[in-house]
Nanobody, 122 residues
Framework: QVQLVESGGGLVQAGGSLRLSCAVF??????MGWFRQVPGKEREFVAA????????RYSDSMKGRFTISRDRAKNTVYLQMNSLKPEDTAVYYC?????????????????WGEGTQVTVSS
């Protein structure tokens, strides 16, 4: 059974940093990604990484502040978030795609974690 388990969310002041982790259980995937969602809005793409090559893709609004990486030995993907802003407050979701080399839309992903809350205070 496939399971994605996020951790690392919390409360941080504006300008601070957080690192999210997503441990993958059950199988490996072609592409891993991070999305975020605030109440009343659609889930938004943040970043993605190809599990094999390590190639990455970012949302333009987060490029330069966020970094996605993976540790193949630990079957874990990370999202390092720096220079956080109050508008980064959201529930952050880890996602896994079986067949896409690198995916940036929700419909391309096959498995999802339950999410971790990130709150940035001003």
């Amino acid at each position: 059974q496939v399971q994605l388990v996020e951790s690392g969310g919390g409360l941080v002041q504006a300008g601070g940093s957080l690192r999210l982790s997503c441990a993958v259980f059950g199988r490996t995937f072609s592409s891993m990604g991070w999305f975020r969602q605030v109440p009343g809005k659609e889930r938004e793409f943040v970043a993605a990484i190809n599990w094999g090559s390590g190639n990455t893709r970012y949302s333009d609004s987060m490029k330069g502040r966020f970094t996605i990486s993976r540790d193949r030995a630990k079957n874990t993907v990370y999202l390092q978030m720096n220079s956080l802003k109050p508008e980064d407050t959201a529930v952050y979701y880890c996602a896994a795609a079986k067949w896409r080399s690198i995916a940036s839309t929700t419909r391309e992903y096959d498995a999802w974690g339950e999410g971790t809350q990130v709150t940035v205070s001003s």
